[in-house]
């Protein structure tokens, strides 16, 4: 599907992506780089790419898909980097979780006849780095496509086709859409795992070995979010803050609502919640997007 895959870049997303092109023959040659000389080692050991380069402009060079595999802060001065050696007709993609601020911030240096099409495969773990990464990673998962206005139709379905290709299915939409949809089902559900585990962590009363002890309950699944890339999360929340403040805003209303329930001692108020709740869990297994399996899915003995 592709005659040279340039990944800028290398951490769960960019080594899952590298290993299924691999293992599935979507990329004549695949070259990678990473800004730092540590992952261009492991890449190069764990023959993740055909060339590993020192820089993102030796990587993109003559290649006709490039994707931004790094945190979004970074996405401006990447693409004032790889501009000017971006080949005519190639397509230029991302795998960040914010859309128009890949638009605002990379837009000004794509040179004509490239095409700018971001996405977001709505895809992860809580690990990061090269070794994270497994071929399988986008199976039955979405990724959103965000074509800018303008964009070139048939580039766009070449970007479509090489999503489904790794496994995901697919969604083209609005941008800012995105970044609204993403601030509720995602980002914010981050933030407050986040604000959880370090409330938790700040507690007087509590002792560090008691925090742990008891984390099999709701503590343990909200510190598997919590431990996930602090410098990319720190990015999406800078780069989407209008989105991300408006769902918070939402939230806090709603939490103080529920806060009422319980001090006025509002039993159907909370019981009716509930309910709603539980069903959208089950809406979410019906739609392969989780696994009705005890312990979220988790094998056993594995946290």
């Not at 230029?92 to 979780?97: H, K």
């Not at 990061?128 to 990724?143: I, K, N, V």
């Not at 933030?191 to 409330?199: E, F, S």
């Not at 962590?201 to 602090?230: C, H, M, N, W, Y």
Request: aromatic content about 6%.
């Amino acid at each position: 599907m592709v005659d040279r895959l340039a990944l800028i870049g290398v951490g769960l997303i960019g080594s899952s992506i590298a290993r299924r092109a691999r293992q599935d023959g979507l990329a004549a040659e695949i070259v990678a780089t990473a800004r730092s000389r540590e992952t261009r080692e492991t890449v190069a050991h764990l023959g993740l790419a055909d060339r590993v380069t020192e820089t993102a402009a030796e990587a993109v060079e003559g290649a006709d898909l490039v994707i931004l595999c790094t945190p979004v802060g970074a996405f401006g001065a990447v693409a004032r980097e790889i501009g000017p050696h971006l080949a005519p007709g190639a397509i230029l993609t991302d795998v960040g979780s914010v859309k128009q601020t890949v638009i605002d911030d990379v837009s000004p240096f794509v040179p004509e006849g490239v095409h700018l099409i971001p996405g977001h495969p709505v895809a992860g773990t809580e690990n990061s780095g090269p070794e994270a990464g497994f071929p399988d990673l986008f199976e039955d998962r979405w990724c959103i496509v965000t074509p800018p206005e303008g964009a070139d139709a048939a580039a766009t379905d070449r970007l479509v086709a090489f999503w489904q290709a790794l496994g995901s299915k697919t969604e083209v939409m609005d941008a800012r859409h995105h970044d609204l949809v993403l601030a509720i089902t995602s980002h914010v559900p981050h933030l407050i795992a986040y604000n959880i585990v370090g409330t938790a962590a700040d507690l007087e009363t509590v002792t560090q070995s008691e925090v742990i002890k008891f984390s099999a309950g709701g503590f343990r699944d909200f510190t598997r979010i919590a431990a996930s890339d602090p410098t990319m999360w720190r990015d999406i929340f800078l780069n989407n803050k209008d989105a991300v403040l408006e769902m918070l805003g939402r939230f806090t209303e709603d939490l103080t609502a529920l806060q009422r329930a319980i001090r006025w001692g509002d039993g159907d108020t909370l019981f009716n919640l509930f309910t709603r709740t539980r069903a959208i869990r089950r809406e979410v297994i019906d739609a392969g997007q989780e696994t009705p399996a005890p312990d979220f899915g988790r094998p056993h003995g594995k946290g």
